[in-house]
C-alpha cells in the first residue's frame, strides 16, 4: 500500500511553539501532499512537493521529502489557536490518485 | 483559488431510501473528480474515479451497484448512496482535479455530512 502513515497522532502545542508533524509511506511516488481539515469540514491543500525536490516552504509552512527513507515532514511555525485541525499526508501516484494517511490532530494552546 | 461545492452539506434519511450527492467546480471544468468518504477521527478512503462522458473506476471493496456515480459534465458529478443503510452513514467528499494538463493538485468540496437512520 502506497498509504502514508503520520505520526504523532496527536499533538499538542502552545501558541508560538513549532509543529513538527511526520509522513512515512512505502512505495515510490510522483508527488506528496499535506492537507489540513478543520473538525466536520473538508480539506484544505497546503503544499505540493514533488520526487525530485527535498524541501520547500509556503509562508510558515516547511515541507520536506527524503525519498530514500520514504519520509516527509511538515513543519509549522511560530504556531497560532487558528492552526488548531488534522493535518494528513496524501502520497500522488501516476494516475493522479491520492492515498492518505491517519492524519496529526494538532491542537495549538493560545 | 479553485471551488468545489457540495450539496446537500448534511443529509439524514430512513434506512433504504436513496440519497444524492452532487459535487460541483465552480470555476474551473474538471476532467476528473474523485469520491472519498471519511469515518470519524478516520483518514479519508478513496471510493472511485469519476471521469467525464465515461464510467467510473471504483476502489476494491466499493460496490459500484450501491454508490452509483455519474460524471456528466466537465464541472458536476453526483453520488447516489443507494437504498441507504446506518451503516453508510459517514462523511462524503468529493475533490477536483483542474483540468488544466500536469496539475497534481485536487481541491476538495466542503463535504456531505449522511445520517441514515
Known amino acids: 500500500s502506497q498509504q502514508g502513515e503520520e505520526d504523532p497522532q496527536a499533538l499538542s502545542i502552545q501558541e508560538g511553539e513549532n509543529a513538527t508533524m511526520n509522513c512515512s509511506y512505502k512505495?515510490?511516488?510522483?508527488?506528496l501532499q499535506w492537507y489540513r481539515q478543520n473538525s466536520g469540514r473538508g480539506l484544505v491543500h497546503l503544499i505540493l512537493i514533488r520526487s525530485n525536490e527535498r524541501e520547500k516552504h509556503s509562508g510558515r509552512l516547511r515541507v520536506t521529502l527524503d525519498t530514500s527513507k520514504k519520509s516527509s515532514s511538515l513543519l509549522i511555525t511560530a504556531s497560532r489557536a487558528a492552526d488548531t485541525a488534522s493535518y494528513f499526508c496524501a502520497v500522488g501516484g501516476s494516475n493522479y490518485k491520492l492515498t492518505f494517511g491517519k492524519g496529526t490532530l494538532l491542537t495549538v494552546n493560545p | 483559488g479553485a471551488v468545489v461545492s457540495q450539496h446537500p452539506s448534511r443529509v439524514i434519511c430512513k434506512s433504504g431510501t436513496s440519497v444524492k450527492i452532487e459535487c460541483r467546480s465552480l470555476d474551473f471544468q474538471a476532467t476528473t473528480m474523485f469520491w472519498y468518504r471519511q469515518f470519524p477521527k478516520q483518514s479519508l478512503m478513496l471510493m472511485a474515479t469519476s471521469n467525464e462522458g465515461s464510467k467510473a473506476t471504483y476502489e476494491q471493496g466499493v460496490e459500484k451497484d450501491k454508490f452509483l456515480i455519474n460524471h456528466a459534465s466537465l464541472t458536476l458529478s453526483t453520488l447516489t448512496v443507494t437504498s441507504a443503510h446506518p451503516e453508510d452513514s459517514s462523511f462524503y467528499i468529493c475533490?477536483?482535479?483542474?483540468?488544466?494538463?500536469?496539475?497534481?493538485?485536487?481541491?476538495f468540496g466542503p463535504g456531505t455530512r449522511l445520517l441514515v437512520l
Open positions: 512505495t515510490s511516488i510522483n508527488n
Open positions: 475533490s477536483a482535479r483542474d483540468r488544466t494538463g500536469g496539475q497534481e493538485t485536487q481541491y
